[in-house]
């Protein structure tokens, strides 16, 4: 096909390659200039005329939770050539837990701001993303959200599950509790490094309901994954037909104009908050959507959150909260089933990817079948959703606890700090044989929020003193500004709003001080009188952490509070649209 400057002039709105056209303040030229560069690879008009489909590519060699990236990104273009699109990928950051310093969720926000101005500044009709580990699936969501753009979101998908002398073990639940053992001289040195061997047993994500199977669930529940996305293992067959059929949907979607704000609604929202109780999901998942709908002028309201959690059982049974795993629950029909239990509770006539609503897609998958990894809605692994919100003078800003993690007799528990000032404090004093602890203490650790460590680091699962562990405590109260993995497990506050880094309550929080934790009453505060904190305060004012330059100052100057999402204030959307959920 034959085109000149004056035809292009008349096509509007631009697609396909003719989108965001480099500015050389002559249109056709920039057009003619884009061709001559892409027929360089080998292109043909024939192809460059098709919708374009952006494929974000987060596979690195620091990422072993992406490493079945090469397989998907090939199926991924199958489905979209099979629907007549032409697939573009291209290189992304990927954040893997274990690979970045401080902390992942310090490079959360930057991730997301790469993929926002890559989708806005490459030709792209629609856009498949890729991820899968912890930050990896926020931070697409988070740009994407803010690109407007039609997206759908791949997950790469969990590991397999290893076995560790005929135990069956699986990344990361069954290595914190393998570290205990091994702390506590449950085990030897030997064993400790025969079971690392063990604990992932092939590439994707960890396979209990931490944050990343949290995120891909909650993908799912909002939408963004065609159905069935959340569950299948890394490397399965199963897990590349979803590729495909990902691929085929975007460019779909790409013709029909189905945008991500038309998916990303606060019924979406909802369905994803009720999901993200009833799985007993990652703690995390709270600050990664209330920083996703931040980017669509939406505030994730925690006592409405509380409220719905009041009549959300726990379904799923999963580690950390149960037993399974999330091979296990794609054998026992992954999403879909926990939704079907959940029908009376959801909006169905939330927008999926798909261009049908949440309902119609339920519908479509059929009956269920006899399985026992989710529980009927009458017979709950846990009464009540996983997480609970606590407020207190402790934590005027709100705090959290996943429950059904905790242990039963902690969580009504008066007792006295014990306290830590940061990372470093505990790291150096914790297993101290003169440390002034025993079991019925609260341990507090100060400044791991976000701007006090920065990053708001998984620290806030703070380690049992080494001589009460060897005394066979297994857990105790323990208080922080900071998050915890979702396969941590305990009586574990997090997320204390406002942080110690910038004045927060917390911040002056002496040990001897005596806290109360009550979650039946959603409760936590500290028994110490106003007049005191105040006394406190004045005798020693906080000077908020600054930096001299680049992204560190860029994050201590704009990051928000865990209630925002953690988020920078500068990318949340410029418009208020209300809370969710209702
Ligand atoms: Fe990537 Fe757990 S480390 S999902």
């Not at 109780?277 to 709908?293: C, E, F, K, P, R």
Request: glycine content about 10%.
């Amino acid at each position: 096909m034959t085109t000149t400057p004056k035809d292009d002039k008349k096509t509007a709105p631009p697609t396909g390659m003719k989108k965001g056209l480099t500015s050389y303040g002559d249109a056709g030229f920039s057009l003619f200039l884009r061709k001559a560069f892409i027929k360089g690879a080998g292109y043909t008009d024939t192809a460059l005329d098709r919708p374009v489909i952006g494929i974000t590519n987060t596979g690195s060699a620091y990422n072993p939770c992406h490493g079945n990236m090469p397989q998907l990104i090939e199926a991924v273009k199958r489905g979209i050539m099979l629907a007549g699109g032409l697939p573009m990928d291209f290189p992304t950051i990927s954040v893997h837990e274990s690979f970045a310093a401080p902390t992942s969720m310090y490079l959360r926000n930057l991730m997301s701001m790469d993929t926002e101005e890559m989708l806005l500044a490459q030709p792209m009709d629609a856009v498949v993303l890729i991820g899968g580990c912890d930050k990896t699936v926020p931070a697409q969501l988070m740009g994407a959200a803010s690109a407007g753009l039609p997206a759908i979101q791949l997950i790469t998908g969990s590991m397999l599950t290893g076995s560790h002398r005929s135990e069956r073990v699986g990344a990361c639940t069954d290595c914190r509790r393998y570290w205990a053992k091994f702390r506590a001289e449950e085990i030897s040195a030997e064993e400790k490094d025969e079971v690392n061997n063990q604990l992932v047993a092939s590439v994707g994500t960890c396979s209990v309901m931490g944050t990343a199977s949290t995120m891909a669930c909650i993908a799912e529940a909002l939408g963004m994954t065609v159905p069935g996305g959340a569950s299948p293992p890394a490397v399965t067959a199963d897990r590349i037909r979803i590729a495909e059929e990902t691929g085929a949907r975007a460019v779909q979607m790409a013709i029909d104009g189905l945008t991500i704000d038309k998916v990303l609604t606060p019924a979406a929202f909802e369905n994803a908050l009720r999901v993200l109780l009833a799985i007993g999901g990652s703690t995390n998942g709270i600050v990664h959507l209330a920083a996703i709908a931040g980017r669509l002028g939406l505030d994730i309201d925690l006592p409405a959150l509380d409220r719905m959690g009041r009549d959300t059982p726990v379904l799923l049974d999963l580690k950390p909260s149960g037993q399974h795993y999330m091979e296990d629950f794609h054998h026992a029909g992954g999403m879909a089933t926990l939704l079907r239990e959940l029908k009376p509770l959801l909006n169905l006539d939330a927008m999926t990817v798909t261009g049908r609503t949440l309902g119609e897609e339920l519908e479509a998958q059929g009956p269920g079948f006899k399985q026992d990894v989710v529980r009927p809605f009458d017979k709950p692994i846990f009464p009540q959703g996983g997480i609970a919100v606590l407020y207190g003078n402790l934590a005027p800003g709100g705090a959290i606890i996943k429950q059904s993690a905790a242990d039963a007799k902690l969580m009504e528990h008066e007792g006295r700090a014990v306290v830590f000032e940061n990372a470093a404090d505990l790291a150096n004093r914790v297993d101290d044989p003169d440390l002034d602890v025993t079991a019925d203490d609260i341990l507090v650790l100060k400044n791991i929020g976000p701007k006090g460590a920065p990053g708001m680091p998984e620290a806030g699962y703070l380690p049992i003193p080494i001589k009460l562990a060897r005394a066979g405590v297994k857990d105790m109260v323990r208080i922080s500004d900071g998050r915890m993995s979702g396969t941590g497990y305990g009586t574990i506050v997090l997320h204390v709003t406002p942080e110690s880094a910038v004045g927060g309550p917390l911040a002056y929080v002496r040990s001897g001080d005596r806290i109360r934790l009550s979650v039946k009453n959603r409760e936590i505060s500290l028994l110490v009188s106003a007049e005191e904190l105040a006394q406190r305060a004045l005798v020693n004012p906080i000077v908020e952490p600054t930096a001299a330059r680049g992204y560190k100052k860029l994050f201590l100057q704009t990051v928000t509070q865990a209630d925002k999402g953690v988020d920078f204030d500068f990318l949340r959307g410029a418009q208020s649209k209300g809370k969710t959920p209702r």
